[in-house]
């Protein structure tokens, strides 16, 4: 059974930089896509960040284009999501999730593998 364990949260100041990095065991990681969700207070789980199983394609929400980067390393089983010019908006618990490769990896609902969520808490 895959389990996803995620790392890298914090307290941040406004234009400061994180990285979280989500480890995938159990399973055969170059078997799914990976994904990076959040969810703030009050509003409803967003996918901020997409990758292919092999890594080719990438997705990204349009308000972390060009400050958010996703990538995958298929030899250590990891997933990576750096967080630049982070802003109080990008306040939430992020989320690594693992999709079937053979779904598309842009929808929300064929992630169905679910780390425990780490907390990203930006300061104006």
Same mark, same amino acid.
């Given at each position: 059974?895959?389990?996803?364990?995620?790392?890298?949260?914090?307290?941040?100041?406004?234009?400061?930089?994180?990285?979280?990095?989500?480890?995938?065991?159990?399973?055969?990681?170059?078997?799914?896509?990976?994904?990076?969700?959040?969810?703030? &207070?009050?509003?409803?789980?967003?996918?901020?960040?997409?990758?292919?199983?092999?890594?080719?394609?990438?997705?990204?929400?349009?308000?972390?284009?060009?400050?958010?980067?996703?990538?995958?390393?298929?030899?250590?089983?990891?997933?990576?999501?750096?967080?630049?010019?982070?802003? &109080?908006?990008?306040?939430?618990?992020?989320?690594?999730?693992?999709?079937?490769?053979?779904?598309?990896?842009?929808?929300? &609902?064929?992630?169905?593998?679910?780390?425990?969520?780490?907390?990203?808490?930006?300061?104006?």
């Amino acid at each position: 059974q895959v389990q996803l364990v995620e790392s890298g949260g914090g307290l941040v100041q406004a234009g400061g930089s994180l990285r979280l990095s989500c480890a995938h065991s159990g399973g055969t990681f170059s078997s799914d896509h990976m994904g990076w969700f959040r969810q703030a &207070p009050g509003e409803e789980r967003e996918l901020v960040a997409a990758i292919s199983w092999s890594g080719s394609s990438t997705y990204y929400l349009g308000s972390v284009k060009g400050r958010f980067a996703i990538s995958r390393d298929n030899a250590e089983n990891t997933v990576t999501l750096r967080m630049t010019s982070l802003t &109080p908006e990008d306040t939430a618990v992020y989320y690594c999730a693992a999709a079937p490769r053979t779904t598309s990896y842009r929808s929300q &609902p064929n992630y169905d593998t679910w780390g425990q969520g780490t907390q990203v808490t930006v300061s104006s």
